[in-house]
């Protein structure tokens, strides 16, 4: 198991930038695939992205693609998404994931959410 803890959340100005980390601990970071997923007020959690655990493989949503970018350093059991040209839509509670395993399917364990608000 691995427990996610997200940091950098905020309120930036459309067309800002930020930079979200999820730090993880407990079993092996290297063998877990990792994801960034989202919630806006009134609808479902949406996947964002995610990554492989070699950080070889990404996979965008559509809505963020070009725009937004992860990345991970497994010596340090951390993921990132860096966050540009934001748009209000992007307003939401974003939440780190994790799977065992390879990229597709279903993300096991959560961090408990980090806020980004988007003014415009």
């Known amino acids: 198991q691995v427990q996610l803890v997200e940091s950098g959340g905020g309120l930036v100005q459309a067309g800002g930038s930020l930079r979200l980390s999820c730090a993880a601990s407990?079993?092996?970071?290297?063998?877990?695939?990792m994801a960034w997923f989202r919630q806006a007020p009134g609808k479902g959690r949406e996947f964002v992205t995610a990554?492989?655990?070699?950080?070889?493989?990404?996979v965008y949503a559509d809505s963020v693609k070009g725009r937004f970018t992860i990345s991970r350093d497994n010596a340090m059991a951390t993921v990132s998404l860096q966050m540009n040209s934001l748009k209000p839509e992007d307003t939401a509670v974003y939440y780190c994931a994790a799977r065992y395993g390879n990229i597709n399917g279903q993300y096991d364990y959560w961090g408990q959410g980090t806020q980004v608000t988007v003014s415009s």
């Open positions: 407990g079993d092996t970071f290297g063998y877990y695939a």
């Open positions: 990554i492989s655990w070699s950080g070889g493989d990404t």
